[in-house]
T-cell receptor, first 113, second 116 residues
Framework: AQSVTQLGSHVSVSEGALVLLRCNYS??????LFWYVQYPNQGLQLLLK??????LVKGINGFEAEFKKSETSFHLTKPSAHMSDAAEYFC???????????FGKGTLLTVNP | DADVTQTPRNRITKTGKRIMLECSQT?????MYWYRQDPGLGLRLIYY???????NKGEISDGYSVSRQAQAKFSLSLESAIPNQTALYFC???????????????FGPGTRLTVL
């Protein structure tokens, strides 16, 4: 079984500041991890994913995430926030050949001018 | 054209009415999913289908049914809608996957359903 915990349902940053969205997971098998972004009135779009190999994963729009097995974490970062980054972000996990994608409850990112 | 489409995009209905939400995809994927999204709860899986003849319940299937009419079409029905089914509904698709089978899912734009 898998589970995802996203710390902070709402994160607010200033434009140009570091973005850090936290995700911790639980999985009984080696996990595959995803970050999805949902812009207002839109569906979910894949931001980045970790499957195997390099633990630092780069995604679209300047985002990246690092898989840390010892900490069971997959935190999402961006060095400098832009107004267009305002959205809801979901972390998700699946394991091995398991079909099931388990989502966290989401973190709403607000970017202040 | 969008790869995963959902109709309608918005729907308001009354308690007790039957309603169908439709999903179509042009990605050629075998696997299709229905999720509901509620504020603060993330996405929860309602039903999923690995092919036309393989349909399975997710974590919150009570009050819902589905039909997989073709590889490209997967419909969700509420037989007798109730107010707590007011939510945003998403359809998603995925391939069988290559090496690793990491189940990347592709989402439609969502249907906002309000049950009065």
């Amino acid at each position: 079984a898998q589970s995802v915990t996203q710390l902070g349902s709402h994160v607010s940053v200033s434009e140009g500041a570091l973005v850090l969205l936290r995700c911790n997971y639980s999985s009984s098998v080696p996990p595959y991890l995803f970050w999805y972004v949902q812009y207002p009135n839109q569906g979910l779009q894949l931001l980045l994913k970790y499957t195997t190999g390099a633990t630092l994963v780069k995604g679209i729009n300047g985002f990246e995430a690092e898989f840390k097995k010892s900490e069971t974490s997959f935190h999402l970062t961006k060095p400098s926030a832009h107004m267009s980054d305002a959205a809801e972000y979901f972390c998700a996990v699946t394991g091995g050949s398991n079909y099931k994608l388990t989502f966290g409850k989401g973190t709403l990112l607000t970017v202040n001018p | 054209d969008a790869d995963v489409t959902q109709t309608p995009r918005n729907r308001i209905t009354k308690t007790g009415k039957r309603i169908m939400l439709e999903c179509s995809q042009t990605k050629g994927h075998d696997r299709m999913y229905w999720y509901r999204q509620d504020p603060g709860l993330g996405l929860r899986l309602i039903y999923y289908s690995f092919d036309v003849k393989d349909i399975n319940k997710g974590e919150i299937s009570d009050g819902y049914s589905v039909s997989r009419q073709a590889q490209a079409k997967f419909s969700l029905s509420l037989e007798s809608a109730i107010p707590n089914q007011t939510a945003l509904y998403f359809c998603a698709t995925s391939d069988l996957g290559g090496a690793g089978n990491y189940n990347e899912q592709f989402f439609g734009p969502g249907t906002r359903l309000t049950v009065l």
